[in-house]
C-alpha cells in the first residue's frame, strides 16, 4: 500500500518568515494530494489540495508543489502570523475508485510573534 | 464549522462499558469515514461507508462496530474496550469516495 513520509515534525519560524513542510509517497497510483491544518481541540481541516495534473497550486499565502517524478509534494506558508500555528498533515490516495487516505504524521508548526 | 458534528465531544469509559460515538454530516455527502488518531502516528482510517454501504473494514477489532443508518448519520459502537484504544475519534464525510474528507471536531475517548 501507500506509505507517505511528512518533515519536519515541528518548525518554529519568526512571525513573517516563510515555512515549508515536505511530504513523500511511494505509489506511483496517488493522484491526489490535500493538506490539512488542525488546530488545538479541533479536527483537521482542508486548507489546500493538488491533483497530479497540476505541478503548483496557490491559495493567498499557501502553496502546494507537486514532483510526481520524484514522488514528493510541499507546503509554502508565506508570511506567517501566529494564528499559522497548527498541526499541518499531508496525505496521498486514488481519486478514481479510492477510498483511502493516506495521511503523512504531521507537522507541528509554531510561529513566534 | 464543516458541516460535520460529533457527540459527544469527550467521553471517560471503564473497559467493561458500552457507549456509541455519534456522526452528522449537514453536507449531503455520499460517503463517511472513522479515523482513529493517536498521538504521533498518522491518522488511521477505520471504516468507510458510501451510500450506506460498509466498503472498508481495515482490520479493526470486533469491539468497535459501525452503523450507518443513513447517508447522514454514522455510529460507532464501543463495548470492552482497552486502555490502549484510548485516543481522537475522527468522523469525516466526502461527496466522493477519495476526494475532499471534511473533518468533524472528534470525540476524545479515554478508557480506564
Known amino acids: 500500500g501507500e506509505n507517505v513520509e511528512q518533515h519536519p515534525s515541528t518548525l518554529s519560524v519568526q512571525e513573517g518568515d516563510s515555512a515549508v513542510i515536505k511530504c513523500t509517497y511511494s505509489d506511483s497510483a496517488s493522484n491526489y494530494f490535500p493538506w490539512y491544518k488542525q488546530e488545538l481541540g479541533k479536527g483537521p481541516q482542508l486548507i489546500i489540495d493538488?491533483?497530479?495534473?497540476?505541478g503548483e497550486k496557490k491559495d493567498q499565502r499557501i502553496a502546494v508543489t507537486l514532483n510526481k517524478t520524484a514522488k514528493h509534494f510541499s507546503l509554502h506558508i508565506t508570511e506567517t502570523q501566529p494564528e499559522d500555528s497548527a498541526v499541518y498533515f499531508c496525505a496521498a490516495s486514488i481519486s478514481t475508485g479510492g477510498n483511502q487516505f493516506y495521511f503523512g504524521t504531521g507537522t507541528s508548526l509554531t510561529v513566534i510573534p | 464549522e464543516t458541516g460535520v458534528t460529533q457527540t459527544p465531544r469527550h467521553l471517560v469509559m471503564g473497559m467493561t462499558n458500552k457507549k456509541s460515538l455519534k456522526c452528522e454530516q449537514h453536507?449531503?455527502?455520499?460517503?463517511m469515514y472513522w479515523y482513529k488518531q493517536s498521538a504521533k502516528k498518522p491518522l488511521e482510517l477505520m471504516f468507510v461507508?458510501?451510500?450506506?454501504?460498509?466498503?472498508e473494514n481495515n482490520s479493526v477489532p470486533s469491539r468497535f462496530s459501525p452503523e450507518c443508518p443513513n447517508s447522514s448519520h454514522l455510529f460507532l459502537h464501543l463495548h470492552t474496550l482497552q486502555p490502549e484504544d484510548s485516543a481522537l475519534y475522527l468522523c469525516a464525510s466526502s461527496q466522493v469516495r477519495g476526494l475532499e474528507q471534511f473533518f468533524g471536531p472528534g470525540t476524545r475517548l479515554t478508557v480506564l
Open positions: 493538488i491533483r497530479s495534473n497540476v
Open positions: 461507508y458510501s451510500l450506506e454501504e460498509r466498503v
Open positions: 453536507l449531503g455527502h455520499n460517503a
